[in-house]
């Protein structure tokens, strides 16, 4: 339909009712040949969102109208942007740097003129968004794609009124279209039960345990919760003030909203279970063995760390983790060098200390653009913020290591050297090393089991894969994997 793809000079070309021809003959074809009572639900978007095609947001209005007019369709469903470029890619499945019910606007616009009943799609991530969508006319119709693979149960848990048990997206698109983007199955971050039914369906408790959890990350709360869910006992330490571990850390990057509603949903989660949960405790054998256990799960997770390379540097040098942590002042002013071997951490790290008030910040990777380990869904935004704070970009620079205080990057490409020694601190993003002295240090006959990051640093997906799937597996007939 768009004047720009759309070359023909004949019948299928030339003008808005040559270039809507092809999709008027589908629709018919498709109306003749299923019953009066088969839906046929059109989709498309509201708004492309970008001149490249164009098209905009009267045109589509218009293409929506005369489809209607030829009566074979039955429902309109409507979503925004284009996955013509990648600038407007992120728009076809908006991450949480977006708003709720972002392409509302677009169904709301339409309804009133079309006879038949519309959807909006786009970002209605909870029930009282799909609620409020319709008592406000918007739409008669909602879709709620993410909402339904982070949590099938959704529609019962909410005409049960159990709302709080919602698993809640989080909208960052890593385990579903990222996936899918990487090749992989369909996954979901917070939901492993999507890309593995094993880890769906929950086993009978065969016997009783009395379980130990150490570590209150991602692994270490959801081991906990389906244990606690199959029926087990379960105690949990955190050596830290508040639960999260690393993912408390995610939950304050910027353009990430909604990353920490899956914490808050474990932490609920594991009050409504009746887990016993002890922050502050710094954990040790003895601590564990006064509660009799009957197993021990540790989830202790992974510390960011500057790399062994960068030593000798005679700036200050710290972590992306350490960033979040510090105090604004520290930045203000000061010409920041930024380095992470694959690039997402550095680019929200890189943000927030031009944000901070940095004077000038570089970003550098070993990968050949910035962004080589974010999916396209995320992409636009994240370009859009560097170019906004006049973020410099470096790729394809491998870090060698430290000459005289200064650091010595090597471009991969032409192998020449650069010494770094203008900025006035550094910042490592994206390193960590495992957690594992805890679970090294323990003398028991007593099975103990090692989940997360302090098995290898991986995702979060790892993480809540692997806490999921052991918690399924203590006290049943499953066979128990230990992981290390
Ligand atoms: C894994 C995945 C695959 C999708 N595939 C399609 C597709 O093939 N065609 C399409 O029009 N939209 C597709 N979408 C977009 C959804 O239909 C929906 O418009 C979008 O996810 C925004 O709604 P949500 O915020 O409720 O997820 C896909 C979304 C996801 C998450
Ligand atoms: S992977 Fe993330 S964005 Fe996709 S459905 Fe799951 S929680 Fe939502």
Redesign the pocket.
Known sequence: MSPVLNQRDDEYGRDIIGRMRFSVEVVKAIRKVVSDNFIISF?MSGDPMTDVLGLDQEDMFEIAQRLDAINCIDLFNI?GGTGAILGAQDK???PDSYPVRCFNHLAKKMRPHLSVPVLA?????KPIHAEQSLTEGDCDLV?????I?ADPNMPVLSYEGKDKQIRP?I?T?QG??GR?AAGLS?GCTVNPGVANDHLHDYAEMVYFQRVVVVGGGPAGMEAARVAAERGHEVILFEAEAKLGGQAAYGALQPDRGHFGLHMEWLISELHRLGVNVYCNVEATQDIFMKMHPDCIIVATGARTIVPREAAGIAVPSITDVEVLDANPTFFTDKDVFVYDPSGMRGCYTSNIVKKAGANHVELSTLGETVLDDVDNTNKPSMYKRLREYNILCTPNQRLIGTENGEIVLQDVWSNEFRYISEFDICVFAGYRTSRFEIADSLQTQIPVHTIGDCVAPRSMYEAIAEGVRIGNEIGSHKKVQTFS
């Open positions: 989709r979503s076809t499945i908006p799609a786009g970002r209605i991530v879709a709620m794609t993410r909402a693979i997206c909208g698109n579903c279209i899918t369909l």
